[in-house]
């Protein structure tokens, strides 16, 4: 049998019925190919949406990120400049002190001379003169260099001291 035989097996008003079959069939999957294309779209539409949103939010971060380093960066440049004038105005202390202790250390020795001129003709009262002259002299100079040494370092830990404090509230966030 041939396809056109079996066609003619269907009756007449039977073809109308396979032809409502056939058209609602079609229909259905039009319909389903086309809502799986419209939710594939929705979809996609969706996904760029995200993608944009996550791409606007990371430049919004980095945006962020470079003005707060910039911040912080031009803060540290400040903190350099303000420890550079205090190490300079620390020094100039520094050495206006070191002067003064010159200038004692030159009274001193002014005193240690007048001291000994005071009665060249007194053999051991010269002697004991010179003697307490001499330890007075001597202790002056010990303690005033161990001053300055101390003064020195005091002077260097407190300008670091301030230095790291300050950097570290430019640093830590409001």
Not at 92 to 105: H, I, K, T
């Amino acid at each position: 049998m041939s396809p056109l035989d079996v066609l003619r097996l269907v009756p007449g008003h039977h073809w109308a019925y396979l032809a409502l079959v056939a058209a609602v069939g079609t229909a259905g999957v039009v319909f389903v190919h086309h809502e799986r294309a419209i939710g594939a779209a929705t979809a996609q539409a969706q996904l760029e949406h995200e993608r944009a949103a996550v791409a606007a939010a990371g430049a919004s971060a980095a945006a962020a990120a470079a003005t707060e380093s910039q911040r912080r960066e031009a803060r540290m440049l400040e903190i350099v400049n303000a420890t550079q004038q205090l190490a300079v105005r620390v020094a100039s202390d520094s050495a206006a002190l070191a002067r003064e202790r010159g200038d004692l250390q030159l009274q001193l020795a002014d005193y240690r001379a007048r001291a000994i001129a005071v009665d060249p003709a007194a053999p051991n009262s010269c002697a004991a003169a010179r003697a307490a002259v001499d330890l007075l002299a001597d202790l002056f100079g010990r303690a005033s260099d161990r001053a300055a040494q101390l003064a020195r370092v005091a002077d260097d830990r407190g300008v670091a001291g301030q230095a790291c404090e300050r950097a570290y509230d430019a640093l830590t966030p409001p």
